[in-house]
């Protein structure tokens, strides 16, 4: 992200939280389409051109991960600090729209759920 005309660097870390939808989260795990990869860098070369930025990355976990991990993390850097802040919304925004990674989600009461399947 570093570079000498990059006034604004922003960076999202996304953590596995304890709750969702006021139930207590035992455990998650994600699952990824064998194109996940390809979409990821899809959506990254799309806002990376509409933002005009000078740097990207994104990266997303799958697999079991427990409270307080990552889950994802995503940096941009532009010219300006607007900028950095617009892009990093609209990537982590398209990110979790169009990029083929499922949640699936254990709570303290038995149940269970997966988030963004069709």
Not at 30 to 47: C, K, M
Not at 61 to 70: Q, Y
């Amino acid at each position: 992200m570093a570079d000498p005309a990059a006034g604004g660097v922003n960076l999202f870390v996304g953590a596995v939280r304890d709750r969702d939808h006021d139930r207590d989260v035992l455990r998650l795990e994600y699952s990824a389409h064998p194109t996940a990869l390809e979409q990821l860098a899809a959506v990254a070369a799309e806002v990376a051109a509409e933002f005009d930025l000078i740097a990207l990355a994104a990266v997303h976990r799958v697999g079991a991960l427990e409270i307080g991990d990552l889950a994802v993390v995503s940096a941009v850097s532009a010219a300006h600090r607007g900028q950095a802040f617009e892009a990093s919304r609209a990537l982590i925004d398209r990110l979790k729209e169009r990029v083929p990674i499922w949640k699936h989600q254990a709570f303290a009461d038995g149940t269970d759920e997966w988030v963004g399947v069709c």
